[in-house]
């Protein structure tokens, strides 16, 4: 093992993914499915959510907390709306497919809905809005969590990240697509400043006596305890607007749960003696067929003109360039298809470990 970051080829990390997918119990077609969003977390850029998470899903899987083999029902059924239960499957395999579901029925009835019950982590939601992209739409995919983020005044973890995420068309080589939490810092990116050894920066998350935890190996302990709170977009108190992301995270919260009858806020966390128990989480997609309202190539040269007037508007003193949303992981992309993807001394750690407990021996890795 390398004692600094090494960096490993896409199409190399994306075969491994599948491999400890499929070693886990994940069929062939599904765990493709699997990969597909975690290696495309990686090229843009998002390293919280890309390969780091495999050994997660590969612990879920092997205590039972989900289901390797997805067992898609649907509960409910109208031309433009649907309910899908997941059955605590592979949460990228039931968004796949129910973002698919809305796809269809936009095209049919211009616009398709789709609420998801008993689902599981699926990874970055940008993934899914961009499948309705790439099919001249708009997009939106929406999920619940665990809960780890308190309500604007309170230190009590019980929304959870809650990503809210938009995509839509330009006339550019990247779409608009924003992609965030409606916290300022999600527990991904916790942990990967554990893995990174470094400290949680001040203001992000906070205790029960409401100080700020900057230590992040106990900042990671003390979520799963319910003694430490991620802090809404916007941070403490409303000064600075962090009631606007608790309102967001809230709005997640209840078109995740209440429309598809799940559980939400505490009933998402682990079981009352803390075994290990399916997280049943809930998702919301929507897909709106562009061309239902407006000409396509319209809305994308409109769209274009938009973020075009953004970024070439005056910039402040120091700062060379101004972005729009979807820009940054475009570039990566590029970048990273050339690079490879950068592993970190302790990621290494995690993928030898499944290397080695699931006999792959054909992947040599620089490390």
């Known amino acids: ?187 991904g990116k916790v942990e990967v400043l554990d893995r990174a050894g470094e400290p949680t920066p001040e203001g992000l998350v906070i205790g029960t006596n409401g100080e700020s935890l900057l230590d992040t190996k106990a900042i990671l302990r003390d979520l799963v305890a319910g003694s430490a709170a991620l802090l809404p977009l916007g941070g403490a108190g409303e000064t600075w607007g962090g009631h606007k992301g608790y309102g967001y995270s809230t709005l997640v919260e209840i078109l995740c749960a209440a429309l598809g009858g799940g559980p939400y806020l505490r009933g998402l966390s682990a079981g009352d003696k803390g075994e290990k128990t399916p997280y049943r989480l809930g998702h919301f997609f929507l897909a709106i067929n562009v061309s239902s309202f407006t000409s396509l190539e319209e809305f994308k040269k409109t769209a274009g003109n938009i973020v075009r007037e953004l970024r070439n508007s005056k910039k402040a003193p120091g700062q060379a360039r101004i972005y729009t949303a979807g820009e940054k992981e475009y570039e990566k992309q590029r970048e990273r298809m050339k690079t490879g993807i950068p592993i970190n001394p302790n990621l290494q750690k995690d993928i030898l470990s499944m290397k080695k407990e699931l006999g792959l021996n054909q992947y040599q890795f620089p490390f």
């Open 1 to 187: 093992m390398s004692d600094k970051i090494v960096y490993v080829d896409v199409e190399t990390l994306r075969n491994f993914m599948v491999d400890v997918f499929v070693g886990s119990g994940v069929p062939r077609e599904d765990a493709d499915i699997c990969a597909e969003v975690l290696i495309t977390s990686d090229v843009w850029g998002i390293d919280s959510h890309g390969i780091q998470r495999l050994k997660m899903y590969y612990d879920r899987i092997k205590e039972g907390i989900q289901f390797p083999v997805t067992k898609i029902s649907i509960i409910n059924e109208g031309p433009t709306t649907a309910l899908v239960d997941g059955g605590n499957g592979m949460g990228h395999v039931v968004a796949y497919r129910s973002m698919q579901m809305a796809i269809e029925k936009a095209k049919n009835y211009g616009t398709g809905a789709v609420a998801v019950r008993n689902s599981s982590h699926y990874g970055i939601a940008g993934y899914y809005a961009m499948m309705a992209v790439k099919e001249g739409m708009i997009g939106m995919a929406i999920t619940n969590a665990r809960p780890s983020v308190a309500p604007t005044f309170g230190v009590e973890p019980l929304l959870g990240t809650n990503p809210l995420t938009f995509g839509c068309p330009t006339d550019e080589k990247f779409p608009f697509l924003i992609d965030c939490a409606t916290s300022i810092i999600q527990r």
